[in-house]
T-cell receptor, first 113, second 114 residues
Framework: DVKVTQSSRYLVKRTGEKVFLECVQD?????MFWYRQDPGLGLRLIYF???????EKGDIPEGYSVSREKKERFSLILESASTNQTSMYLC????????????FGSGTQLSVL | KQEVTQIPAALSVPEGENLVLNCSFT??????LQWFRQDPGKGLTSLLL?????REQTSGRLNASLDKSSGRSTLYIAASQPGDSATYLC?????????????FGQGTILTVHP
């Protein structure tokens, strides 16, 4: 089975801090994604990557950046955390960009105080 | 802009009932549609994936159908069990310049009581 591992289950940070969320997948998938999930707004795509060092903006990239130096690892970076970035962050991966299933990690609940 | 709507927002049924969850989308130019399950505080688990050329997919007690022209999908759960209690989300994979991106519905919260 595909395993997508997010490094932290819960994270508490202060406003203005630089925050790194890490995600690792073990199935040699080409594509990795970062979503945030908020009550009433559902899941929204922040960034995705279809190859090492390649990235594309999702629907809500403002305030975020990403890094993919190795195929198995995709990092989400909050350059200067703000309270409106308090959310559940979900990482996902898929073998192909097109018709394949998406596999999700367990999520990181981030609170910015 | 693709919009995905799920009805009902919440559903409570007794154990053993057959039930249907609905998903509708505004733009029929999709590559596929997935149904996911999410347990409280957890990530999503893919249940069924229907390609745009397919009409339905089945896995155990689950059956998902797709009518692309009318922008609708249904998830049928047979003989529901308390362990089926979770939030069910549908997501469509967009085409064109948005290729690769998924748009999610808000989900249906299902409770199956013994």
């Amino acid at each position: 089975d595909v395993k997508v591992t997010q490094s932290s289950r819960y994270l508490v940070k202060r406003t203005g801090e630089k925050v790194f969320l890490e995600c690792v997948q073990d199935m040699d998938h080409e594509n990795m994604f970062w979503y945030r999930q908020d009550p009433g707004l559902g899941l929204r795509l922040i960034y995705f990557s279809y190859d090492v060092k390649m990235k594309e903006k999702g629907d809500i990239p403002e305030g975020y950046s990403v890094s993919r130096e190795k195929k198995e690892r995709f990092s989400l970076i909050l350059e200067s955390a703000s309270t409106n970035q308090t959310s559940m962050y979900l990482c996902a991966s898929s073998l192909l960009l097109g018709g394949e299933k998406l596999f999700f990690g367990s999520g990181t609940q981030l609170s910015v105080l | 802009k693709q919009e995905v709507t799920q009805i009902p927002a919440a559903l409570s049924v007794p154990e053993g009932e057959n039930l249907v969850l609905n998903c509708s989308f505004t733009d029929s130019a999709i590559y596929n549609l997935q149904w996911f399950r999410q347990d409280p505080g957890k990530g999503l688990t893919s249940l069924l994936l229907i390609q745009s050329s397919q009409r339905e997919q089945t896995s155990g007690r689950l059956n998902a159908s797709l009518d692309k022209s009318s922008g609708r999908s249904t998830l049928y759960i047979a003989a529901s069990q308390p362990g089926d209690s979770a939030t069910y989300l549908c997501a469509v994979r967009r085409g064109g310049t948005s290729y690769g991106k998924l748009t999610f519905g808000q989900g249906t919260i299902l409770t199956v009581h013994p």
